[in-house]
């Protein structure tokens, strides 16, 4: 049965460590879907805020035209950017795209017909925005760019405004930084230039789950080859309020299952110590009453032998044997019963004046001492000190204490027996010089079927001895004390009415 409770429990405890395992396993996994999820909601937000940049960048004012200007030395010009694509289609699928970005100046004021300096309305801008159209000669700014790479002509046509927007306004790393702080994003932005042209934006997710960082690669000049990198590092327990009703379910299902299977191992050990006990109860019986019974057999073949039966002395010591031996049957099968019992009122009890002195000495003279020890019982007890209690019980207790004090003794044990009367009670003291009981177990010692660890494998027995002595001192109204110290002996102390 050992065998099979240990294999048990060996495979409780695999069981408990596969679950958690799996469980930890899932998690991660679960982890890693909300980190990258997470992190593509943290991408857009990031390609968002870049869009937002740039169309601040192109709603801004013109800084190359302003350049030019102060080139010109003239506040009175106007700047006309135009966009041109060239696509040649050769023998093969190749298409090869050409971006051409011109830009004119030209005198408001010249077109209109204006003197210099006469302020213009916005209806006069207009009207020499259209008249620029159509006298475009020379060129005061020419930029082309190969466009081959692009996938169709849309994409050509806006990475041609993109240079012309980076042209009037230069990308920042504080102004899209501003940008990001007001969307709650805290990143590092980094601005280069690729060895390549890059026609869309990438984004490189986490490589470590523990320490993500999210990169986002955008091209803010295709043609230019300028690209900013967005780094973001990202605080796992930022992902994990997302997580929380998943972690919460496999929290509540993870401690479910492993109570049941420590309930059910528990189970399992309690019906064991339950099977041990029994078989060990059913031993101390038989044992128990081995002694009465075989004493009672050899008085009743006595009583059959009519020769022995006509000496009055032997005949005598035969039925007082015969009574001892039943009176013993008596007390045990007393012991049982009220060792069933719930509550201490429902042992029935003959109260009566016992006087403790004599009392001592039937249980000294009705105990019967193991031949390999030396045992010295010392009745200090005085003759006039009295209790008011059931005698068969109280033979019982002392008898227990007595049994005790000699199975848990080395080679040679003595015990003494006080007592005194203190206000209305009398008070028993049983001392030994035996193995004493640890601090670990005097505290439980009176409870059923407990066995020291120091005797436990050493002596016979189910633990209810002391558990006895306790339920059968408290249904008298007393109390029961132990001073004990390992290895120098005990001290049971009994306090009963008068």
Sequence with gaps: MD?????????????????????????????EFSLTEYERDLAEQIVECVDEYNHIREKSSDQRSDYLKKQNQSDDVLTVPTFSLRQEYGDTVKTTRTAKILTYLFSAH????????????KEQKDKAMELVQTNLT???????????????????????????????CPFRVEGLDSILTKAG????????????????????YHKSALNPTLSVTIPYSQLEGRIATITCEINPFEVLPGMWLTLMITLAVSTLLIVCLVLQFSTVLKLSRLDKMRNSFISTMIHELKRPISTLKMCVSGLDNERMMEDA????????????????????????????????????????SV????????????????????VIIKNNISPEVEASADRSHLYNILNNLVENAVKYSGKSVEITATASENSGNAELHIWDNGNGISSGDLKHIF?????????????????????YVKLLVEAHGGEIYV????????????????
Aim: hydrophobic letters at 40%; one cysteine or more; charged letters at 20%.
């Design 3 to 31: 065998k099979r409770i240990k294999a048990l429990y060996t495979i409780t405890i695999i069981a408990i460590l596969s679950f958690l395992g799996m469980q930890v396993y899932w998690l991660y996994g679960r982890y």
């Design 110 to 121: 010249e077109l209109l017909g204006l003197e210099p300096g006469t302020p213009l309305t």
């Design 138 to 168: 020379t060129a005061a700014d020419s930029l082309v760019f190969d466009a081959s790479g692009a996938k169709d002509e849309k994409e050509a046509w806006a990475a041609t405004s993109n240079v012309q927007i980076e042209r009037k």
């Design 185 to 204: 994003i805290t990143a590092l932005t980094t601005l280069t230039n690729a060895d390549s042209t890059v026609w869309n934006s990438m984004v490189d």
């Design 313 to 352: 002395a032997v005949k005598h010591e035969v039925l007082s044997e015969t009574r001892n031996a039943l009176d013993n049957l008596s007390a045990y099968f007393s012991k049982l019963r009220d060792i069933t019992f719930n509550n201490v009122e429902q042992i029935p009890l003959n109260i009566q």
């Design 355 to 374: 006087n403790l002195h004599e009392l001592l000495d039937t249980v000294a003279a009705a105990t019967v001492f193991p031949a390999d020890k030396s």
């Design 447 to 467: 409870k059923r079927f407990y066995r020291g660890k120091a005797s436990a494998g050493e002596q016979p027995g189910m633990g209810l001895g002391l558990a």
């Design 483 to 498: 001073d004990s110290s390992e290895g120098k002996g005990s001290c049971f102390t009994i306090r009963l009415p008068q």
